[in-house]
Nanobody
């Protein structure tokens, strides 16, 4: 699976952005998908994940209620709708994939920069 993240940019605090992650390869619906982020000087952290068929989502406490992750298996894509953005959301955002039954996030996209100005 190859992943390509896009949609990052510069936005003012309180604004919104929608990130996309396009996946190539077959059997996309066999993969759980996730978003991670790495802020300046920080370690990479989990943001959200979605189950292979999209029925379940999990969010980090810092984004719950502000971010929404979704997927379109027909388009081999996942999305992260981000609202009420804060300067602390500034980071490079990565999408990742994990096969059903897998223990690790084996596939990663290249990252897209999100910068939130105060």
């Amino acid at each position: 699976v190859q992943l390509q993240a896009s949609g990052g940019g510069l936005v003012q605090a309180g604004g919104s952005l929608r990130l996309s992650c396009a996946a190539s390869g077959r059997m996309f619906m066999r993969y759980a998908m996730a978003w991670f982020r790495q802020g300046p000087g920080k370690e990479r952290e989990f943001v959200a994940l979605i189950s292979p068929m999209g029925g379940d989502t999990v969010y980090a406490g810092s984004v719950k209620g502000r971010f929404t992750m979704s997927r379109d298996n027909a388009k081999n894509a996942v999305y992260l709708q981000m609202k009420s953005l804060k300067p602390e959301d500034t980071a490079v955002y990565y999408c990742a994939a994990k096969a059903i039954g897998g223990a690790e996030w084996d596939y990663w996209g290249q990252g897209t920069q999100v910068t939130v100005s105060s």
